[in-house]
């Protein structure tokens, strides 16, 4: 079953890039990331992240 939806999923890429073309892919995925890392759900993931893996780390040392 995940082996038909890898297969889906592949081939929509490349039709993606097909009809966009490989520069205008790229550029709108860079640009997809960048939304996403300026969110401020990430944000808060990522700062919370790094709060308890310092945590960890020194409460080990």
């Not at 039709?15 to 966009?20: E, N, P, Q, R, S």
Request: aromatic share 4%; charged share 15%; proline share 3%.
């Amino acid at each position: 079953m995940s082996a038909i939806i890898a297969l889906i999923l592949i081939i929509v890429i490349v039709l993606a890039i097909i009809g966009m073309g490989l520069p205008n892919f790229v550029a709108s995925v860079f640009k997809g990331f960048e939304k996403i890392k300026n969110s401020p759900i990430v944000k808060n993931l990522t700062e919370t992240s790094k709060t308890e893996v310092n945590k960890i780390i020194n409460s080990n040392g």
